[in-house]
């Protein structure tokens, strides 16, 4: 099972976007994440590094903001994605470093097959 | 979505164990079957490359054998999986080769971490 933050050494900003660290991703909550088709185009989109907005990536798969906003919420709960705020933006990247730190290969696989 | 045997040259014999051909295999599908603890280690137990038992698997395991026979399915229809009838018998082993075919890293990737 997932479990996000159960020991935080600081509070909790409001508002602030949270990310799991990176001892606490989990495999199989990752792959159960990325088995999804819409949530596994995002991966890829953003596989070349660079920060997509959530309108952009929403726009390319032809997809509601609502439903948008659903698969990058479960991304970045798994700790695949990064989400930065800028201003009233949201910014999506891979955190293709972490991933690759603990399960390496993965990334490789979802992106070139 | 993922739709075994859409078109099948040969008809299907009563009691016939199936399981989808390699170039069926879907990678979302297979991510969101791998990504439950149960059938990841499932995984891992027969990535040994031997023939495992259900029974033998599920006391590995210590799951009931209806939780087994449930996650052995879903693992044999995703592709992960070949099972094999041996009189009353079933043996489960991992389609490796045919999981490198279509995604290369994969296996190392379920298996290493």
């Known amino acids: 099972m997932y479990h996000p933050r159960q020991v935080s050494a600081t509070p909790i900003a409001a508002g602030k976007i949270r990310h799991p660290d990176v001892a606490a991703l989990d495999l199989a909550t990752i792959m159960r994440t990325v088995g999804d088709p819409v949530r596994l185009a995002i991966v890829r989109l953003v596989a070349d590094g660079a920060e997509h907005s959530c309108s952009d ?13 659903y698969h990058l919420r479960l991304l970045r709960e798994a700790g695949v994605t990064r989400t930065r705020a800028d201003g009233t933006a949201r910014l999506i990247s891979l955190r293709r470093d972490d991933l690759e730190a603990r399960f390496p290969g993965l990334v490789d696989v979802l992106t070139r097959s």
């Open 57 to 69: 990536l929403q726009a390319a798969l032809s997809i509601p903001a609502s439903t948008g906003s």
